[in-house]
């Protein structure tokens, strides 16, 4: 996986030419002498691949080699590393990154998707023939949150990562919070900026932060990347009113990502205590929380997203396989990672969890609802109730001691049918992640 000393030149193809690919091109173009200097010899742009070949990236091609193929850039002899920016779990880029590790090239990829669902099998076919594959970009933009723990942390017992792994999420609940408007509204805005798709459902249903998630899993507790292993759940049933009783109870709703060793890892919209370190992380910023033995914990903060961000974290990983510092993809030979069959049946630690309700205001309502939370192990920490509204629906928030998820479901369940209950109910866990919990 080193480098031949003979070479002068790392000769890269991009495929891909969008937000991240044309930027890469453009530092590897233009900051050609200050990468040199990092990489020990010259990172050069051979060729490159995109499906518009008129459109203006503003970056001068016309001296490298264009192919509308981009499944045959595996084919170019002189090329050493495929850069793969297109995207997506199959199509092009799979069969593009397959056909590069079988004939012999390193790949870089800041495709999370692809990486989720095929890692093992990719990382299978890179070890085999003797490259790298190396897919920094992929999880949380430009936080080396890949190289942290594959490198810096990896004398570490590493007990948990956490983390805000969607920018996009973040955006949303973050101006939830901050304007009190509802969901569609803060998705509006956030399409209108450009940190969300047209079609957003990967963002805010999790799935983009749970690909992010599997690869980081993997990696701490030296398992296969297994997405069918995370258990997922987006924010689209955060009401801009949970945001204002979360905080009067001094938490702060977040979609956060959350493994540790042999649980299942989870994506979830949590609550966090307002002094917590992720808490405090807003707006479109990713961060990582990484806790181990005998570091203790240690938080990376930074842009999960763009073309500058995203370069970056190639950037680093092109520079990497200049100097023979590759390495296994998932940090250990492919051999010694786990089966995630053992993490698939293991219970999360029970935890307390936010719960609103919206029931009709009258006499012994209270009673009837904590008398099928008791049926189910569920104790009552805290009420919230503001305003009274004889006869008509209100919101009613509690807080529960630690309590098992699949028992308080019970208990919403039954919850659900009654007469007075006027809507379904919302639940959250309230989680501490801070070490001294
Ligand atoms: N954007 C970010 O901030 C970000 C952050 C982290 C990771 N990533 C990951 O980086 C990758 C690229 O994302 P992006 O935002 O740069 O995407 P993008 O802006 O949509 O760019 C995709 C590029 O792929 C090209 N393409 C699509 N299908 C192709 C095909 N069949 N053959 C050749 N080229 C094809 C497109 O060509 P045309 O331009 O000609 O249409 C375009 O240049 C994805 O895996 C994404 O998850 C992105």
């Known amino acids: 996986m080193i480098m031949s000393n003979a070479k002068s030149s790392l000769k890269i193809a991009i495929a891909g030419l969008g937000v991240v690919g044309a930027e890469v091109a453009r530092q590897v173009i233009n900051r050609s002498d200050q990468l040199c200097l990092a990489a020990g010899v010259k990172i050069q742009l051979a060729a490159v691949s995109a499906r518009n070949r008129s459109m203006d ?18 084919e170019c002899d002189e090329v050493d590393v495929i850069v793969e920016m297109i995207g997506g779990s199959e199509g092009v880029a799979l069969e593009l990154v ?36 190396l897919f920094e970009a992929a999880v949380a933009g430009g936080i080396p949150a890949v190289k942290t723990l594959r490198e810096g942390l990896s004398g570490n017992d590493i007990t948990r990562v956490a983390g805000i792994l969607n920018g996009t999420c973040n955006f949303i609940l ?31 249903d999790g799935i983009d932060a749970a690909h992010k998630l599997t690869i980081l899993a993997a990696i701490a507790f030296g398992h296969q990347p297994d997405f069918n292993a995370v258990s997922i759940q987006g924010i689209r049933d955060v009401s801009s009113v949970d945001f204002a009783y979360a905080n009067q109870l001094g938490f702060r709703i977040k979609l956060v990502g959350v493994a540790e060793p042999g649980l299942m890892p989870r994506m ?22 990484f806790h181990g033995e005998p570091v203790g914990s240690i938080l990376a903060v930074g842009p999960g997203a763009g073309g500058g961000a995203t370069s970056s974290a190639v950037l ?6 200049a100097v023979g510092r590759g390495g296994f993809p998932f940090g250990q030979p492919i051999n010694t990672l786990l089966d995630t ?25 209270l009673a009837t609802l904590t008398g099928i ?7 009552v920490e805290g009420l919230l109730q503001q305003g009274r509204a004889p006869g008509n629906a209100v919101a ?3 807080t529960t001691h630690e309590a098992a998820e699949i028992n308080l479901n019970r208990a919403l369940n039954e919850i659900e049918n009654l007469a007075i209950v006027r809507a379904k109910p919302v639940a959250m866990p309230i989680l501490n992640l801070d070490l001294n919990k």
């Open 268 to 289: 979830q919209t949590c609550l966090l205590p307002l002094g917590s370190q992720l808490a405090k992380v807003n707006g479109v910023l990713n961060a990582v929380e």
């Open 57 to 74: 990236r503003g970056i001068n091609l016309d001296d490298i080699d264009w192919h509308d193929d981009a499944a045959k850039l595996a």
């Open 174 to 204: 973050s101006t939830m919070e901050t304007t009190g408007c509802d969901f569609d509204e803060a998705l509006a805005d956030a399409q209108r900026l450009g940190y969300a798709e047209a079609e957003p459902s990967f963002d805010v």
């Open 341 to 365: 069959s053992a993490i698939k049946n293991g219970a999360w630690p029970d935890n307390p969890f936010y719960v609103r309700l919206m029931v009709v205001d009258q006499p012994g309502v």
């Open 373 to 379: 939370l008791n049926k189910y192990a569920i104790s």
């Open 98 to 133: 397959r056909a590069a590790l079988a004939s012999g090239k390193h790949v870089v990829t800041a495709n999370k998707a692809m990486i989720a669902h095929h890692g093992l099998e990719l990382a299978q076919l890179a070890e085999t023939n003797r490259v790298n594959l």
């Open 316 to 321: 680093s990983d092109l520079i990497d396989i």
């Open 396 to 398: 009613l928030v509690m």
